[in-house]
């Protein structure tokens, strides 16, 4: 796997993925301070100062490079914040991109969380040289899941988390450069 040092952006027939700046992080907090989009997401911080924060930390990365998330920005091609998705290497797992991503309830059921991530796997694929492509949630968050199975990724497993005494159920999915 390699990291893409010339990255510009990723589009698509209605899309367009870019790097997200901290001018982004009004708009993303808005959307991921939403309660029922918070419960489905692992995010310590939603404030516009959080966002911006994280923003911030992974402006010098490289998609591919080891060490933690890129995130990018959706927006809709004629102008507009639609919401955000980002990948990682996974730690310790050479060739393999995790995956995440989060539409604006006002953007859901449009198809662009799928278009946004068929996208990502497909750039994981044929850019960053990755073998297998990986998205996790929560296992009741049905329209994640079908997300992942939309994109390709087939059921990996179903396990047992927990976040201090919360404890939740999960699931993993995956697709390999050779589906």
Known sequence: MRADDDFRSITTERLLLRRSVAADAETISEYRS?????????????DPDGVRAEIEEMEDRKPGDPG?????TVEARDGGILGDVGLSPADGEAGVIKVGYTIDPQFQSRGYATEAVRALVDYA???????????????????????MEK???????????SDG?????GVRYEVTSSD
């Open 151 to 161: 994109v390709g990724m087939r059921f990996m497993e179903r396990f047992q988390g």
């Open 68 to 72: 933690g998330w890129v995130q990018f």
């Open 34 to 46: 939403d309660p029922a989009v918070h419960a489905m997401q692992g995010w310590d911080r939603t």
């Open 125 to 147: 694929f044929t850019t960053l040289d990755a073998d297998i492509v990986r998205a996790y949630a929560g296992a009741e968050n049905t329209p994640s899941i079908r997300v």
């Open 165 to 169: 005494e919360e404890t939740w159920t």
